[in-house]
C-alpha cells in the first residue's frame, strides 16, 4: 500500500531519521485507518548541491502538494 519518500539535506543521524519514518508511519496510519504493515517510509539524504536537479528527477512538479522556497511547482 502506501509509501512515504522523505529527501532531505544531510546531517540528520540515524536515530533522527528512524523518529521521522516512525512519526510520519503512525499519522498515515491515523489518517487512512491502515495497519502499519502495509506503509514504508524511505529517508534520502540529498546534497544541497545536487537538490533541484534531484527532486526534478525524482518527483513530479504535479505531485508536490506543499512547496518550500526551495522546491517549487513547474
Do not use: C, F
Not at 500500500?1 to 503512525?26: C, F, W
Amino acid at each position: 500500500m502506501p509509501h512515504i519518500s522523505v529527501m532531505m539535506y544531510p546531517g540528520r543521524d540515524e536515530a533522527t531519521k528512524e523518529a521521522i519514518a516512525k512519526n510520519l508511519q503512525a499519522e498515515l496510519m491515523k489518517t487512512l485507518n491502515a495497519p502499519a504493515s502495509v506503509i514504508s517510509v524511505s529517508v534520502e539524504d540529498i546534497a544541497p548541491e545536487n537538490w533541484n536537479e534531484t527532486i526534478g528527477a525524482k518527483v513530479k512538479s504535479k505531485d508536490i502538494l506543499i512547496e518550500t522556497d526551495y522546491v517549487k511547482k513547474a
